[in-house]
């Protein structure tokens, strides 16, 4: 007969849901944090069978019955407990074990190794509250952190001894193999002796789905490097696989609040001791496909959910451009795995923020405000797709819309992203004043409208028709100049020259010419007599000629001498970046100015953000301004 390991036997009860299975069997309707039915095991009118998913087990107030999802099974089918592990473990998508010495072997091992990670964290407590640990503690006492929130997430110190670790470990019967394989040591590489891996750092224990301590994270005290280290993978820990918080997180479903995603240790636990108690946090990575999975397998089956309760998890984001971007990544990681049943929300913070400082600046409801204003998939993908374009023109729109429907074909569940895709159409149709579509499947103009489906309001064209300044049209000759005598420059800043569109129709042909040639020849080093050659040769007449005698033109030269050939590839390079930064803080400005205006005659929650968002980049313009060429004062004209 087959013998079941602790092991197996606890992966199984942490893959299953109590709730699920007997409601398989059963009504059952929800009450705070539990759910209650009548007693399928003895007759009864008043409910007093209740089942509670946070602890795993069923109570029974009228006939006493108590016990865990086996057991559920084991009483109601009239199964012994083989078969009623053997059928729980085909619902989970477990293969039954096969008992060998090998396998009790490794089980006795990997205990043994929980077992020290649990003494090391019994050594970092005490230390961080011995006088090796002051430092620590007063770190964490300025960041707000109680003696009681300080113990109720096991914090602790890595004294600077190389050796206290060690000994301590050795004095109760572990060896230094075994430290090796945990990560707590490292062997040193020119001579043979061991040293602890974390040192000076305040620690925090990372515990696995069942809170068993499997890693640390460490804080460095002042300004040295790494300012965060984390234990390395090993055979309990991956981390990639895990999130810091889980175990904590669980509790938060049953009370009907949301699984937050950080990007730190310190940002989750302000969050829980805010109340907020769903925070988790990757562990030095960013957001993996495995750890989406991990939120997503917390939460109850769709017949399960309450239907007046979002349960999609919200990754939030700190409002900086790192944290843009990182949002970016987390939206296209996520898109190929949505279902009905599990998808994300994004929220992003203002400007200058991340979760503890926010609420130790602001408070709960500054936090609260935040994660109301979390945004759909739907809605991420329309952003990001339409995220600084210009839609004045048919190719701006033909882009738009390609660049949504790319984003779109990521989804690999097929009813979901039919559903997307005609949310999408929908969308531009009420952003370019569409009809759906024509029979041939185009979409056809209907002047006037801007409504999409399903009452949605669309992300208005912010962006309006201008025509060139004379300093924005100087800019764009400057952008030429550049490319035309660093082709070299291509590499770095092709991308920019490519999506961007000038206003003067003259420069805007060259500006296509520069990029089809650049980018053709990507492979090769492009040298600038090549170029020349070329884009005389493709350039149309003498109007083209023309365009391209002007923009390498004295006139040119005399507002921005890094942009004359031989003036070295660094100066051109600064120069690049400083134009661009102009050149977009003008074109910025814009459109600053029509959500200003939008946002006057419609105070929506979406032309808030709208303008919030702008407003940041600007800011981030601002301070990204560099001088290429101290020694040319024009440049600051430009």
Partial sequence: ??????????????????????????????????????????????????????????????????????????????????????????????????????????????????????????????????????????????????????????????????????????????????????????????????????????????????????????????????????????????????????????????????????????????????????????????????????????????????????????????????????????????????????TIRIATLPAKEDPDSLLRSAGRGAMQAVLDQAKPMVDMIWDLALAGRRLTTPEDRGAASRALRQKVALIRDEPLRRLYQDEMDKRLAGLFGWKSRSAEGRPQRQGGQRGFGGGTRPMPALTVTRQPSGGLRLREKILLALMVNYPILFEEFGEDLGCSSFTDPALEALRQQIVTICASDSHEKLDVEALYRQLSVGVAGKAGQSSVDEVLSEATYMHAGFARPGRGERQARQGWKSIWNNYLQEQLQTDLHAASKLFREDPSDANLSRLMALRQQMEELVRESVDPDSNDHRLSHV
Wanted: proline share 5%.
């Fill in 1 to 342: 007969m087959t013998t079941f390991t602790p092991a197996f036997l606890d992966e199984l009860r942490e893959r299953l849901t109590l709730s699920e299975i007997a409601g398989k069997r059963m009504r059952l309707t929800r009450a705070g944090r539990e759910f209650k039915g009548c007693c399928p095991f003895h007759n009864e009118k008043t409910a007093s069978f209740t089942i509670n998913d946070e602890k795993k087990f069923f109570h029974c107030f009228g006939c006493g019955a108590h016990g865990n999802v086996i057991d559920f099974v084991m009483r109601q089918d009239g199964l012994s407990f083989p078969e009623a592990v053997e059928i729980l473990a085909g619902q989970a998508g477990l293969s039954l074990p096969k008992d060998t010495p090998q396998e009790r072997q490794q089980f006795d091992k990997s205990k043994r190794l929980l077992d020290l990670l649990e003494r090391a964290t019994v050594f970092f407590e005490a230390q961080l509250r011995a006088p090796a640990g002051r430092q620590g503690y007063t770190y964490l006492l300025g960041r707000g952190l109680s003696d009681e929130a300080q113990k109720r997430f096991r914090l602790g110190f890595a004294p600077q001894d190389a050796q206290a670790l060690i000994h301590k470990m050795q004095g109760e019967g572990f060896t230094l193999p075994e430290m090796l394989e945990v990560g707590l040591v490292k062997k040193a590489a020119d001579r043979p002796d061991h040293y602890s891996f974390f040192r000076g750092r305040v620690m925090f224990p990372v515990s696995d789905k069942r809170g068993r301590t499997v890693a640390f994270g460490g804080r460095v005290m002042g300004d040295g490097e790494p300012k965060y280290l984390n234990s390395p993978d090993h055979e309990l820990f991956h981390k990639g696989q895990l999130l810091y918080g889980l175990s904590r997180a669980r509790a938060a479903l049953a009370q009907g609040q949301p699984l937050i995603v950080v990007e730190g240790y310190m940002d989750v636990i302000a969050l829980a001791e805010a109340g907020f108690i769903g925070a988790v946090a990757p562990l030095g990575t960013a957001m993996t496909e495995e750890q989406l999975a991990l939120l997503w397998k917390m939460l109850p089956s769709l017949d399960n959910r309450d239907p007046q309760i979002d349960y999609s998890p919200i990754l939030c984001f700190d409002g900086d451009n790192a944290g843009l971007r990182a949002a970016a990544r987390a939206a296209d990681r996520a898109l190929p795995l949505l279902t009905d049943a599990q």
